[in-house]
C-alpha cells in the first residue's frame, strides 16, 4: 500500500504541467512529513523542476533546498542532490554557482539538470552551452563509469522529447537542439545502458529527424530502432513502436507499400500485447490506421 508521502508525490506530478504554481503551495504547505531519504530526494527533483522549469522562480527553489539540507534523513546521497539542484537552478538562471568542491558526477549532473531547465523555459541556446559543458567535462574523464554517463543519457532524453513535442511551435534554434540532443541522448545510453536504452534512442532519433523533415535519416534510425529488436528478441511492445516511427517514416517518404507493410506490422505486435500495454498503444496505433492509403 502506497504511503501519504508517496501518493502526494504521484498527485503533485499528476498536476504540475497544468498547475505549477498550486503544486508549489502544496509542497511548502502540505507535503506529509518524509519517511526516508529517498523521499527527501523526490521532493528535491520535484522542487527543481516546478520552481526551475515551470515557474523560474530560481530563489524560492533554492531557499526550499537549502532548508532541507538540515533534515535528519539528509544523508550524504541528498545532500548531494541538494548542492546539485541548487547549483542547477543558479547554472539555468545565469547566477554565480558555488562549485568548487564538486565531484565531476555534481559537475555533470548540475550541468545536465540546468540544461533540462532551459529547454523548459524555452532557452535552447543556454541549454545547449551548459550541455557541451558537461558532455566536454565528460569527455575529460577518460575513466569515467557508466555511472556518469547515466544523468546525462536521461536529461538528454526528457529534453528530446520535450522539444519534439512542441512541433510547428519549435524555432530553428530548438529543432537543432532536438537533433543535439537526440544524438546525444543515444551516445551516452551506449555507454550507460543496455540494449533497450540504445534502441528506444534510435526511436527518439527517428522521430526527431521525421519531425524535422529530415526522411532520409529519419528511416535510417528506424531501421536501427527495428534491427535493435530483432537482434535482442525484443518483447511485442518494443516491436510496436519500431514500426510505428517506420510507418510514420515511409508514409512521409510517400512509399505506401512499405507504410502499409509496417502498420500491419505494429497490428500485429498489437494483438501480443498485454491488456494494459494495449491501451498504451491504441491511440498510437488509430494514428496509423487512420493515415492516407
Known sequence: MASAFDTFLQQAWADHAEQPEAVARRLRTQTPAPQT????????????????????????????????????????????????????????????????????????????????????????????????SARHRLASAPDASAATHRPLAIACNNMLWELHERGTARSAADTRAMLDVAAASRLHWSQAGTWLEVERADYGLALAYLSADMLDPALRFGSQCLAGCLANNAPPYEHFYAHEALARVQHARGDRPARAGHVAAAQAAFMSLAADDQDACRSPLAALQAMEP
Open 37 to 132: 531519504p529517498d523521499h527527501l530526494a523526490a521532493v528535491s527533483r520535484l522542487v527543481v523542476h516546478v520552481c526551475g522549469e515551470h515557474l523560474g522562480a530560481f530563489d524560492d527553489g533554492r531557499w526550499r533546498l537549502n532548508a532541507l539540507r538540515t533534515h535528519p534523513l539528509a544523508d550524504v546521497d541528498v545532500q548531494s542532490a541538494l548542492r546539485v539542484g541548487v547549483a542547477a537552478l543558479s547554472l539555468a538562471e545565469r547566477a554565480s554557482a558555488a562549485r568548487k568542491n564538486f565531484t565531476l558526477d555534481e559537475l555533470i549532473r548540475s550541468e545536465g539538470a540546468a540544461a533540462a531547465i532551459c529547454v523548459g523555459r524555452e532557452n535552447s541556446e543556454r541549454a545547449m552551452e551548459l550541455l557541451r
